[in-house]
């Protein structure tokens, strides 16, 4: 009776295990979604491309990305090209639903791999 106990209290242990992961799993898509809406929205893509892919005027910055607190840092406080984004202007928040949107973006195939371009 005992190790029918702990075998229910395990099983019960990995169900809420899968249960979480499967939460934190749609509040990350959730929270990568609203990043790709301010990103939209806040004009980023305009310099980095419209999946961070960079362009004339703006640097790449996906796949990924600088750390968090790097991002939000240089994001406040840039004195280059790019003018610095105060929280009245975008909500660090925001930020982390942008950089989210940014980790979430896959990284090119190798074009070695696209049948395509495979010489034959």
């Known amino acids: 009776m005992n190790n029918s106990i702990?075998?229910?209290k395990s099983i019960a242990l990995h169900l809420g295990a899968l249960t979480l992961l499967s939460v934190a799993q749609i509040?990350?898509?959730a929270t990568a979604?609203?990043?790709e809406v301010a990103y939209m929205k806040n004009g980023c893509?305009?310099?980095h491309g419209t999946v961070g892919q960079g362009g004339i005027a703006g640097l790449k910055l996906a796949p990924?990305?600088?750390p968090l607190a790097y991002f939000n840092a240089f994001i406040r406080n840039t004195v280059g090209?790019?003018?610095p984004y105060s929280e009245k202007i975008l909500s660090t928040q925001d930020l982390?639903?942008?950089h989210a949107y940014l980790e979430s973006i896959p990284a090119a195939p190798d074009p070695k791999n696209l049948p395509l371009l495979q010489v034959k």
């Open 6 to 8: 702990k075998k229910m």
């Open 27 to 29: 509040s990350s898509a």
């Open 33 to 35: 979604k609203e990043g």
């Open 45 to 47: 893509w305009q310099c």
């Open 64 to 66: 990924n990305p600088k």
């Open 81 to 83: 090209p790019m003018p």
């Open 96 to 98: 982390a639903h942008i």
